[in-house]
Structure formats: C-alpha cells, structure tokens
C-alpha cells in the first residue's frame, strides 16, 4: 500500500493486526493513518487470502504486509468450521507474526509495537516475546466491550435473572437491547467465546484502544476506566469526512466486494436534497426470503426515494412483482457502494441500517438519523443506543414470528424522514457529527489520546 523508504526517518514503527474481516481491518487501517500522520511507520498485517482478494488500494501512508491464517487459499471459507478456523489462525497466526517481526529486525524499521485485534488475543504473547509494546484495540463500542467484560470477569452472571437490568454507566437495557450471544441464549457459542476471550489478558496490555470517542459514550468509558484503563481513538473513519488533518485519506482502501459500476451519484442528483432512504445491512447479514420481501413493499410504501445494496447473494430473494412495479426514478438497486460516499451525498435523508458498529459510527460522523433494523451480535445493542441515548433514530418492531413487517418498515421511515420527532432526530445527529469532528481535531479527546499513545512508542524505541 506504501512505496518503499528505505533510510526514512521514523519516530517508531507500529505493526497492527486486524480480525481478517472488512469490518475489523478498515477501522485499524484508519486508525494507522492517524499514527502514520503524527511521524510513526504503520504496517498493516493482513492474511494473504484478504490481500488476493479485498485488492487493496495503494496508500501513501500505511505499509501492507501478509501472514497466513492457515487457509491461504480460501479464508474462513475454507474452514470445516468456526472453532476450527480460530484456532488454525491461532497457531499459523503467531508463528507468521512472529516471522514478520524477525523481518523488520533486520531492516531500518525494527517493530516497536504490535497494534492487534481483540478477538486475538494471542497476539498480545507474540508481543510479549520479542519485548514489544502490546496495545489491545477494541472495533466495537465501549457499551459492547463492558458488557462482554463484566460477564467475562463474572460480575454479570448467565443467564441474567430479570429484566431490565442496570449496570452502572449503561442505560436500563431490556434483553433484546443485549448482544444477541446473550439475547438468543446458545447462539453462535465460538463467536461468543471469542468475544468474551477479548479480556482474557486484556489486563497486560500496555494499552487498550476503544473505537469509539470520548462524548459519545462519556459514561460507559469513564465507568468501564476504572477497571481497565482505556483510551478512546476513534471513529476511525477517512479523515476527509472528520477534521481533514490527514493527507491521502479519502477512502478505506480495502473492500470485501467489487464496487458497484451503477453510476450512484448521476441517480442521486435527480433527487431532491434529503429526500432518499439509503439501505444496508453490511458484508455479512443476510436476510430471509420473506424478510427481503417485506423490506422491499415496506420502502415502496414509505413513498420515500431509495438506494438499496442488495448482494448478488441476496437478489433471488427480492419479489419479482416488485421488481416489475418500482421505477428507475422512485429507486435504485445497487450491489455495493462506497458508502461513505453515499452517505455524505446531501440527497440522503435517512439510513436504514442494521446497526453495525461501523455503519454507526459512520452515520454519526456524517449526521444522518437512522432507521435501525439489527440483525445480530453487537447491533441490537448498537439500535438501542440509537434510538433512545444518542436519539437520532427509531428501531424497528420484530413480529412473534421474527419478522419485520411491511406496515412496521413504512412507519419507521416515514418518522424519520416526515415526523417532527425526525426533525429532532436530524438536529441530534448533527450535534453529534460535530462532536465527532471535535475529537479528532487539534486538542480534542481522540487527537490527545492518539498523540499520547505516540509519545508511549517513541519512549520506548528511546
């Protein structure tokens, strides 16, 4: 990503090592940038299958480098199953890391930090074996992360007796307000142990890293400091859309899927301003025949312009009728985008999202109310977050049968994009943009923390 420099004069050179999937890279490649702006070398760590196939763009400021998850040629795909390929990331994970680092020793750039992702915990002993600073950084919110920690640590035990339950800096959460590993007892137990694993020794870290900033989640952070010292660092999004500190950052550079070759922004400008719903639901969710069904009439009937990213993987789902019905003017059918892009078009009024936690703290950034539709993991919480903290959104009503219906979607939009509460909404949202510029600028939380994170490197080289 980064053309060569050899005898360039570095402050100190971090290797960051991200959860091999898009939504775990992108905001460590950010957040290396930002170290890469303030005079530190940044390597990014990815496997060799995310480096054949997310095709990164070239980056004037992050290094790229690979090491291998045991599954070179297909990724997680190519595992018999969940356990199975965490634990081969494990094993093939720590001795190519280590490899790397042997690497950089005989070079200019000796590795001063290794800068990993909570769901590898393991790397913190790679770390620890080569005498490197070892800096742990959480991609979900800090409400998130105390939940997992204090159910880790035992000081909330399973199954939670009654609801709703209070914890101190949280907001009173009711169980469909809990990550789904909790609300839907049993599910997914690999990803909840892996989530509940992030502070098997979270405790040795030098330092814990939170993508989040500071006024966003006040409470929680100060609440969850007092057990486990935190900076936060984020959001972690492109600097062009925060304070535009740093040079070259205009995009993500890595993408799970090909971009979409519609042309999206000749479509938005034959919109009028603040008048489209833009739907997503991120690299992972799917959704069920009926779900997609009665998302696709509930934006019809919302009569509400939309843009909606439907997966190749998920199109057979979407009703043939409907197809036949919406018009190329009344909507558009992509199946990717940048969506940062999207999002800061000033022809988009609302996005449907399911509440992961980049897509929030992505529309957070831009100043976008929400419609939150979760689907699992972290965005339940996420939604609930949304809809009654932040308040700049409305979550979605789930039917008896797990699905939301038609009249429930139109309803949702029509709040956000008609209703006085909406209007509300939208002032909060940009309240809240402003504040996220506010933590990267000059002098704010997030820029403080960062630059003390760099003078905790630059000590330790000296």
């Not at 989530?195 to 006024?215: E, G, I, M, P, S």
């Not at 984020?234 to 993500?252: A, C, H, M, N, Q």
Request: aromatic letters at 10%; hydrophobic letters at 40%; glycine letters at 6%.
């Amino acid at each position: 990503m980064c053309s060569e420099d050899k005898g360039r004069a570095y402050k100190g050179h971090v290797l960051a090592f991200p959860y091999p999937s898009q939504g775990h890279i992108n905001p460590m490649l950010q957040f290396s940038k930002r170290l890469a702006s303030k005079g530190l070398r940044a390597t990014l760590a990815i496997t060799k299958f995310i480096s054949t196939s997310m095709n990164p763009r070239p980056s004037a400021l992050v290094h790229l480098d690979t090491i291998s998850d045991g599954h070179d040629e297909g990724g997680f795909s190519q595992a018999e199953s969940i356990h199975s390929y965490l634990s081969r990331l494990e094993s093939a994970g720590s001795e190519t890391l280590s490899d790397l680092i042997l690497k950089y020793k005989e070079t200019d750039h000796p590795v001063d930090c290794i800068i990993y992702d909570s769901f590898l915990p393991w790397a913190l002993d790679v770390a620890k074996k080569f005498d490197l600073l070892g800096a742990v950084f959480f991609t979900q919110s800090c409400t998130v992360d105390y939940i997992y920690y204090l159910i880790h640590h035992g000081l909330l035990k399973l199954p939670i007796p009654s609801f709703p339950v209070t914890i101190p800096g949280l907001p009173s959460l009711e169980l469909r307000d809990m990550p789904s590993f909790i609300y839907v007892a049993g599910s997914y137990p690999a990803y909840f142990e892996m989530v509940l694993h992030q502070f098997l020794n979270a405790d040795k870290a030098d330092q814990v890293l939170v993508n989040t900033f500071y006024k966003l989640e006040a409470e929680v952070v100060d609440t969850m400091s007092k057990a486990c010292p935190l900076m936060t660092i984020g959001p972690t999004i492109p600097s062009i859309y925060l304070d535009k500190r740093v040079e070259d950052d205009s995009d993500y550079g890595l993408h799970l899927f090909d971009l979409d070759s519609s042309d999206i922004t000749t479509w938005l400008e034959t919109q009028p301003p603040r008048s489209v719903v833009y739907v997503s639901f991120g690299s992972m969710a799917t959704l069920s025949n009926e779900q997609m069904e009665e998302l696709a009439w509930g934006l019809h009937g919302s009569g509400q312009p939309f843009l909606w990213v439907v997966k190749a993987s998920e199109d057979s789902k979407i009703p043939e009728k409907f197809k036949r019905e919406i018009t190329a003017e009344r909507a558009l059918l992509v199946r990717w985008s940048r969506q940062l892009e999207v999002l800061s078009s000033d022809r988009i009024g609302c996005f449907f999202s399911h509440c992961g936690w980049n897509s929030t703290i992505e529309a957070l950034s831009i100043g976008l109310p929400m419609v939150a539709m979760p689907q699992w993991t972290d965005q339940t919480t996420d939604a609930k977050l949304v809809e009654d903290v932040w308040e700049v959104g409305v979550r979605v009503r789930v039917g008896e049968d797990g699905i939301v219906k038609r009249e429930e979607i139109e309803r949702c939009v029509r709040e956000v994009m008609e209703s006085e509460r909406g209007k509300v909404m939208a002032e909060n949202a940009t309240k809240w943009k402003e504040l996220a510029v506010e933590a990267v600028s000059e002098g704010g939380t997030t820029d403080n923390n960062i630059n003390a994170f760099v003078t905790e490197i630059v000590l330790k080289r000296s």
